[in-house]
């Protein structure tokens, strides 16, 4: 028996460092070649060299590119998050197969190829006498991301005590305060993470803006796709790649401490509030919202 849990721990063990290189070691690979000196990405490496980062920097079109790629997954990532919050709402009101069809409607597009996608919303576009623009690559992508919003969302919302959104009510709250005061404070941690996901996922997403993108104002993948067969791109290709690298990681960070910062800060009002409430009768939670709203 204890030879089988050995084989199965070191098993595991190897899975998971084998997973880890095979996952982090192309990022690697790329963060070595945007400081070397030689525009061929070969071994052995030529010598250390920034000048990549400074000519990409200088290239209009591929700057402007990813601008407008962060441009268009901030702004995604805003409207199904807020949509998300809105979704959830709703489900959490349905009961039966009115919610398993609203949900499965919801979270179709995970299911539906991009590029099946994006030919149906071409031709939605042109059906409605309009013409692909950013706009129609943002609301494409919108449609992509709010199932991901939704999964975060949602268990969040389930978890939380609708006593608290009724007491709220109770003490003269209306409907939106209650959800401006309570809910949203709750959700902030989920929110977060939402956010984040959306972002990466519309930055990400090139079908859609392949072919809802106006001729000229490609984002940041189609850029990358037309410029990898440029050999004298691919050095400041690799450099902004790198950027982007270094970039996620601070991303996740940051959103890691901002989501921990945020638990701690709700730990803390619930403690609070209960501390407030202690001499009174059972207050509940949301009275020292309400009242320090």
Do not use: W, Y
């Given at each position: 028996m204890r030879l089988t849990s050995r084989l199965g721990s070191a098993g595991l063990a190897l899975y998971f460092w084998a997973f880890v290189i095979f996952l982090f070691a192309p990022l690697a690979v790329l963060l070595i070649f945007s400081v070397n000196k030689s525009p061929t990405p070969t071994l052995p490496l030529s010598g250390f060299s920034t000048k990549w980062f400074h000519e990409?920097?200088?290239?209009?079109?591929?700057?402007?590119?990813?601008?407008?790629?962060?441009?268009?997954?901030?702004i995604a990532a805003l409207l199904a998050t807020g949509l998300g919050i809105m979704a959830s709402l709703g489900l959490l009101v349905l009961r039966g197969r009115a919610a398993a069809l609203a949900l499965t409607v919801l979270l179709l597009p995970l299911v539906v190829p991009y590029i099946c996608l994006a030919v149906g919303l071409l031709i939605l576009v042109q059906e409605v006498g309009?013409?692909?623009?950013?706009?129609?690559?943002?609301?494409?992508?919108?449609v992509i991301v709010l199932p991901?919003?939704?999964?975060?969302?949602?268990?969040?919302?389930?978890?939380?005590?609708?006593?608290?959104?009724?007491?709220?009510q109770d003490l003269g709250a209306s409907a939106l305060a209650a959800l401006r005061l309570i809910t949203l404070p709750l959700l902030a941690p989920a929110l977060v993470s939402s956010g984040i996901i959306c972002f990466v996922t519309s930055f990400d997403e090139f079908a859609i803006a392949s072919f809802l993108a106006p001729s000229g104002q490609p984002t940041y993948p189609v850029f990358l796709y037309a410029s990898a067969r440029t050999p004298a791109l691919l050095p400041e290709v690799i450099a902004v790649g790198a950027l982007i690298i270094a970039g996620s990681i601070m991303l996740v960070v940051l959103a890691e401490g901002g989501r921990r910062w945020a638990e701690r800060r709700l730990?803390?009002?619930?403690?609070?509030?209960?501390?407030?409430?202690?001499?009174?009768?059972?207050?509940p939670p949301a009275t020292f919202a309400i009242q320090n709203g």
């Open positions: 990409a920097f200088g290239n209009g079109e591929l700057t402007g590119a990813l601008l407008r790629s962060i441009a268009i997954a901030v309009a013409k692909p623009s950013l706009v129609a690559v943002v609301l494409g992508h919108c991901f919003a939704i999964l975060v969302i949602m268990p969040r919302l389930r978890s939380l005590d609708p006593a608290m959104n009724e007491a709220a730990v803390g009002q619930t403690a609070s509030s209960g501390a407030v409430s202690a001499p009174d009768t059972e207050q």
